[in-house]
């Protein structure tokens, strides 16, 4: 039975794409037939993190709009053969979507592969609501930050009462990913901690990913970050939370950094 | 400043964690109802309209929500004469 995964967060900028890619590839590594789907229209990113931006010919819009076949615009990922992107369209906008197209594309979608992995565009709008309508399962990434917490707590309540589970009387599974997280920072009291984020906003922690070099290093290279520097601190957090969201039980802690001598002494990665 | 004030640093987390409790108790509270100031302004004004000219312009309602009270506070500019509406 497919499932229908939306990474959202109401905020900008705090990690969906990423955390998208990263997480997409993971669940394909494991063996998961995976399509991840960017809903972003008008403002397309996730083909650029994945590192496919030249091979884009068709785009969700294309799809929905019944321009082009679902085969013709899924892209294959070239380094795990069951990964693929639906990229979004970068010269139209949100309203190109429609409601009945959106669920015919995901309904295709379930057809084809184990899961379907959603990237929602920040604000709570159409492109949002249309992103997390058909969702099983809802990822909320969140900053340890104000307002990332704030718009966190809003898009929990829209995923509970503007997704087609919630108008059914059905239960959606939410997790929060809380991403950018500087335990150092959080002990000497100058974040926000997990327990306090968790506490407020009152859904289960799917993981914690460390602030780390190595996402924006991933992102230069279009590769994400799971499959680019498996061993680095934020892919074995995202992995983590893969074998989370795959039904393994495994404490939640934040993985440190592995120093060598090298970079213990200069400061930073010499490779 | 002291050379100890590096280590007393305050901690600012403990404010934003406070602060964020507050606010999503009352935003929850609201529930989508985040237009209750202007609801509220519109039908107090229409309630004072039926009986004084009013402007529309000179009244002005907010919402504070405190930790332990919130204050509603109208604020409603009179006319130099209070001349009751002729129906």
Redesign the interface.
């Known amino acids: 039975m497919a499932k229908v995964l939306v990474v959202t967060s109401g905020k900008g900028g705090v990690g969906k794409t990423t955390s998208t890619a990263a997480i997409g590839a993971a669940l394909a590594q494991a063996g998961q037939n995976v399509v991840v789907v960017d809903f972003d229209v008008g403002l397309r990113n996730l083909d650029l993190i994945m590192g496919a931006e030249r091979r884009v010919v068709y785009d969700l819009v294309n799809v929905v709009q019944g321009d082009a076949k679902l085969a013709q615009a899924l892209i294959r990922d070239k380094r795990v053969d069951t990964l693929s992107l639906l990229p979004a369209s970068q010269t139209r906008d949100k309203d190109a979507l429609t409601p009945e197209g959106v669920e015919r594309v995901v309904g295709d979608l379930r057809d084809k592969f184990d899961w379907v992995v959603c990237d929602s565009p920040a604000g709570i709008e159409r492109g949002a609501t249309l992103a997390m309508r058909h969702a099983d399962v809802a990822i909320v990434v969140t900053n340890p ?2 307002s990332s ?2 718009d966190s ?2 898009i929990i ?1 829209m995923l509970d009462s503007k997704t087609a589970r919630a108008e059914a009387g059905e239960r959606i599974d939410k997790h929060l990913l809380l991403t950018r997280y500087d335990t150092g920072r ?1 002990t ?6 997990v327990d ?1 984020v968790l506490e ?1 906003l009152a859904i289960p922690l799917l993981g914690i990913i460390p602030d780390s070099e190595d996402v924006l290093r991933a992102s230069n290279v279009g590769c994400p970050v799971t499959l680019h520097n498996p061993s680095s601190a934020p892919a074995r957090a995202y992995s983590e939370a893969v074998r989370r969201l795959l039904g393994e039980a495994i404490d939640v802690s934040v993985p440190v950094e592995r120093k060598g001598l090298m970079s213990r002494l200069f400061g930073r990665k010499v490779a | 400043m002291s050379i100890f004030s590096f280590f007393s640093r305050p901690r600012s987390a403990p404010i934003a964690r406070e602060r964020l409790q507050l606010l999503l108790a009352h935003e929850r509270a609201l529930n989508g109802r985040s237009d209750l100031a202007a609801v509220l302004q519109e039908e107090i004004l229409a309630v004072i309209a039926r009986h004084i000219a009013i402007d529309r312009d000179k009244v002005n309602v907010k919402l504070d929500r405190g930790g332990s009270v919130s204050t509603l506070e109208i604020d409603i500019e009179m006319p130099v004469s209070l001349s009751p509406v002729k129906n």
């Open positions: 930050e104000v917490v704030r707590d809003r309540g959080a000497r009291g100058e974040m926000l901690k306090d407020i």
